[in-house]
């Protein structure tokens, strides 16, 4: 098939360049002709680590910056300060950057001060409207097999985003508008950038069919064989530690005024003490045969037995409205499964964790 002639999109890119000097643009394995055509333009094409080398010339003309997807590494994210000051260094001296990724700007964690994807304009893909993969120009040009270069694509969206794919149409099990209703702007920008969507006048469509078949496929497989930990995992992991061992502090202070000396062996109710003691003695305590013999029968129970003993009256809310307590549950809780069970964190979890940890450090300081 003939080569699609992106002449005009790539007269719009520098167009765009040349009058706001510094712009982002997504475009990853959906589109590979488009990327070869914007190298062929008249621009110093150069790679990051090479660009950010020392006492490298200014540049004057018009530089895109490849493999800016690199960044989104936490352990290369401390290259986006140099790289800002590098920029900016180009554009006053007459330069223009074009700042070209596979990864959309949602993939990149957030740095201190300014940002430079927040300073730059937003250059667009070229848009692509299909039933499917197989019509993207990577497949029909190029030749590539259609599930792989689907895949591509959306590992090259970032894992966070990919758990938010996987909340909209699988478990909330949506298509069409439904489902790209409960994305945010910057997800959606993402999903035009990989072709995934296209916009569609005010709004934008799927570039699958209606049920998502193919792509909720290739979401099962990327998902799958994603091993990597997400850079939200260490802030969740230690706030979700702290906010359950203050939680247990509080119960336990409360057993301890209620109960004084016997407060091990009052505190659990019903089926707990036996529960307790099968978990202690299976892994830590062989030799004990109650609760009492245990230094903190607290520290055997989960999150949600352990909420369950402000229902005693000797406990109470720990001075926690009942509202209050049904959102910790609701968004906490889910949070806390997701991580036992290794499952992809969603790209508010950060958020939600620091909000009820700050909470819960106020409302209980520490002595």
């Not at 497989?221 to 502090?249: F, N």
Request: hydrophobic share 40%; net charge negative; proline share 5%.
């Amino acid at each position: 098939m003939s080569a699609t002639d992106y002449s005009d999109w790539i007269l719009g890119v520098h167009r765009k360049a040349e009058q706001l000097r510094v712009v982002f643009l997504q475009l990853g394995s959906s589109n590979e002709p488009a990327r070869r055509a914007l190298g062929a333009s008249q621009v110093n094409v150069t790679r990051v680590r090479d660009y950010l080398q020392p006492d490298g010339p200014l540049t004057t003309g018009t530089v895109v910056i490849d493999g800016m997807e690199s960044l989104t590494m936490q352990s290369e994210a401390t290259q986006m300060g140099a790289l800002r000051e590098r920029v900016f260094s180009d554009v006053e001296a007459g330069g223009r950057v074009i700042l070209l990724s596979r990864a959309p700007r949602i993939a990149f964690p957030p740095v201190v001060g300014s940002s430079l994807l927040d300073d730059a304009s937003l250059a667009h893909a070229p848009a692509v409207k299909s039933t499917g993969a197989h019509e993207w120009p990577t497949c029909v040009e190029d030749g590539a097999s259609p599930a792989d270069v689907l895949c591509r694509a959306l590992t090259e969206l970032g894992m966070d985003l990919a758990a938010s794919l996987d909340r909209v149409v699988y478990e909330s099990l949506l298509i069409g508008q439904s489902a790209l209703g409960l994305l945010n702007a910057r997800e959606l920008e993402a999903l035009d950038g990989s072709s995934l969507t296209a916009p569609d006048g005010a709004t934008r469509t799927w570039n699958f069919p209606k049920h998502l078949g193919p792509l909720k496929k290739a979401l099962d497989e990327v998902l799958a064989d994603a091993l990597d930990p997400q850079q939200q995992l260490a802030e969740v992991s230690s706030g979700l530690w702290k906010i359950e061992r203050i939680i247990r502090r509080e119960v336990r202070r409360r057993a301890i005024a209620a109960w004084a000396e016997n407060w091990r062996t009052q505190c659990l109710n019903g089926d707990l003490p036996e529960k307790v003691l099968e978990r202690a003695s299976e892994s830590a305590y062989m030799g004990a045969t109650s609760v009492k013999q245990l230094r903190d029968p607290l520290e055997w129970l989960s999150l949600g037995e352990l909420l369950q003993l402000k229902d005693r009256s000797q406990i109470g809310d720990l001075g926690l409205s009942a509202a209050h307590w049904r959102q910790f549950s609701a968004q906490i809780m889910p949070i806390r499964n997701r991580l036992a069970h290794m499952r992809s964190l969603r790209p508010e979890d950060a958020a939600d964790v620091v909000k009820w940890q700050r909470v819960l450090e106020m409302r209980f300081p520490t002595n």
